[in-house]
């Protein structure tokens, strides 16, 4: 499953401009797309579907996800309000939600790369397939459960709004994380809480 995070969390970033890098990554993806179809029919065919897109130009990219984005990359940004003043940023549901995930990645040795937020998309899936090896510990259920999957479903709302083909990107990130808590069960609940790690 490592590879197939990797995938999914490079397929949410801007594409590339040259093509013969683009050909490349087609190839490599279209290898771990034939690997997952032997575990997953239905998450290989959202993926192969939308590698066969026609390819989105920075520009839209951009207008879709980036600078006043169409579409934040940001889970949070779906679920929580914006805080209307610096003085509330701190206090904000939003603001936690990040602090927790820090927390998360900390546990396990990781830190964000000082340029995106906690929240970020690509980086928590790109997170999720560092963490693979990790299967059994409890704050990667935590994360998975807690973190991730409740925080998919507004951002497929935005993304069918917008008649975007990342909705199959998001509808294949979605269906290979409950592959995973099928196949590996999520850890029994822990007296653990997310916040002990922060710090």
């Known amino acids: 499953m490592q590879d ?3 995938l999914i969390a490079e397929l949410w970033c801007c594409p590339s401009a040259e093509d013969a890098e683009k ?3 087609r190839q490599e993806a279209e290898q771990v797309v034939k690997r997952l179809e032997s575990i997953d029919k239905e998450s290989a065919a959202l993926l192969s579907k939308f590698l066969s897109e026609k390819d989105i130009a920075e520009e839209d990219y951009i207008d879709l996800f980036e600078l006043d984005p169409q579409c934040a990359l940001y ?10 003043t610096c003085a509330t940023a701190a206090v904000s549901d939003r603001n936690e939600y990040m602090i927790e995930l820090g927390g998360i990645y900390n546990h396990f040795g990781r830190k964000t790369n000082g340029i995106e937020l906690p929240d970020y998309l ?3 899936v790109s997170f999720l397939s560092l963490t693979t090896e990790s299967k059994d510990d409890p704050v990667r259920d935590k994360f998975i459960a807690e ?5 998919l479903p507004p951002m497929r709302l935005r993304l069918a709004e917008l008649k975007t083909p990342y909705l199959y990107l998001l509808d294949a990130l979605e269906k290979v994380i409950n592959l995973e ?3 590996q069960p999520l850890s029994k609940p822990t ?3 997310v916040e002990s790690y922060v710090g």
Do not use: A, N, Q, W
């Not at 973190?147 to 925080?151: K, N, V």
């Open 181 to 183: 808590v099928i196949t």
């Open 147 to 151: 973190y991730i999957l409740p925080f």
């Open 191 to 193: 007296e653990h809480k």
């Open 4 to 6: 197939v995070y990797e």
């Open 75 to 84: 889970l949070g940004s779906h679920s929580y309000d914006e805080p209307t």
């Open 23 to 25: 050909e490349k990554f």
């Open 122 to 124: 690509p980086l928590m």
